[in-house]
């Protein structure tokens, strides 16, 4: 499904496993949840953003980049994965941060993630949370090409159609593993952000003949933003496999309503839905994706979306670093 021709380079561990969730289907009551472990991609504690740069470095080097240059919150995993693959390919990164969520607890903007970037390698510009990121990449380019590099520059998220491509692929392994468990797949839930894994999932999925609906659930624009973004990328990556399937703006399905008070805040919600994968499943969750996602799917079981009888996929799209930036709001 992947044409040879695109360039790629080969760095995920994949496929990454699919697991029932047992126990937290049991304590639930209603449907059998299964886990794809895409917090498992391997490159560096993992994640969803290593499937889009096997696309995205290749894509950097054919054009003989020689800098990596992307933008995210504080705690972005994003960054994190795009430093740690610049260095694996030898290429600089430099990377700008937001301070786009209002936490100033002892060591957010220097554990977790950003420590690791630290680590990595990465040059790190903070800036201040109501700065336009694609102004800044721009201006962050320019500097570099000024001091006589070579910038390819990622939007957030790494959501280009080239990303996308990563989530064609995962919607593949999980087709294939579906059917070698002889498991039907009713609905995939998963964290949508800048929208590049829910358009490559419906694409994947399209293409192999498969109408499994797939839920995003924001982790913090409204539902219309991230759907037409989510769609137009759907059209562009259709383009770029050169396939003939269509996604209708009706089938991009994302809830808005599991967010909270904004993007990196805490809820509730999220707080149990991390606590109930830890006690019952050892699973860690993240407070700004994962958890919010999952408290989106018990919320769902719970009001009878899901029922008893279906087998629903959550997509564990990563950002467990981020667990050590929230420490205090997640320590019993
Ligand atoms: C980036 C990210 C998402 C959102 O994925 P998009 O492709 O940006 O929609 C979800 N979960 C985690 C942990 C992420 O880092």
Redesign the pocket.
Not at 191 to 198: I, K, L, N, P, V
């Given at each position: 499904m992947l044409p040879d021709t695109i360039p790629r380079s080969r760095f995920c561990h994949t496929p990454t496993p699919l697991e029932p969730m047992t126990a937290l289907s049991r304590h639930l009551g209603g449907p059998n949840l299964f886990v794809k472990r895409d917090d498992c991609t391997g490159m560096a504690l993992g994640?969803?953003?290593t499937r889009k740069l096997e696309f995205l470095v290749a894509e950097a080097m054919a054009s003989g980049a020689d800098t990596l240059v992307t933008a995210g919150g504080v705690q972005s995993?994003?960054c994190r994965q795009t430093a740690a693959v610049a260095a694996r390919h030898g290429l600089r990164c430099e990377l700008v941060l937001s301070r786009n969520v209002a936490r100033n607890t002892p060591g957010y903007d220097r554990t977790g993630n950003v420590l690791l970037d630290r680590m990595f390698g990465a040059e790190l510009h903070f800036v201040s949370g109501d700065t336009i990121p694609a102004i800044e990449l721009e201006r962050l380019a320019e500097d570099i090409r000024e001091r006589g590099g070579r910038p390819y520059v990622m939007p957030i998220?790494g959501?280009t159609a080239t990303g996308a491509l990563g989530y064609v692929g995962c919607a593949e392994e999980l087709v294939r593993q579906g059917s070698d468990s002889s498991l039907t797949v009713d609905a995939i839930v998963h964290?949508?952000?800048?929208?590049?894994?829910?358009a490559g999932l419906l694409v994947g999925l399209a293409v192999l003949g498969h109408q499994t609906p797939v839920v995003g659930i924001s982790?913090a624009e409204p539902s219309d933003v991230i759907e037409a973004r989510v769609h137009e990328l759907c059209g562009e990556t259709i383009t770029k496999l050169g396939a003939s399937v269509v996604i209708k703006r009706e089938q991009v399905d994302v809830l808005g309503g599991y967010v909270g008070p904004g993007y990196g805040l805490p809820t509730e919600a999220m707080r149990e839905a991390i606590d109930l994968c830890a006690r019952l499943e050892a699973l860690l969750l993240?407070p700004v994706?994962?958890g919010k996602a999952m408290a989106g799917l018990i919320d769902l079981v719970r009001t009878g979306r899901f029922r008893a009888g279906q087998n629903v996929v959550f997509v564990h799209?990563?950002?467990v670093p981020g667990l050590f930036a929230y420490e205090d709001v997640l320590s019993p």
């Open positions: 994640g969803n953003k995993n994003h998220g959501s964290c949508t952000g800048s929208g590049a894994t829910q982790s993240d994706y994962t799209t990563g950002g």
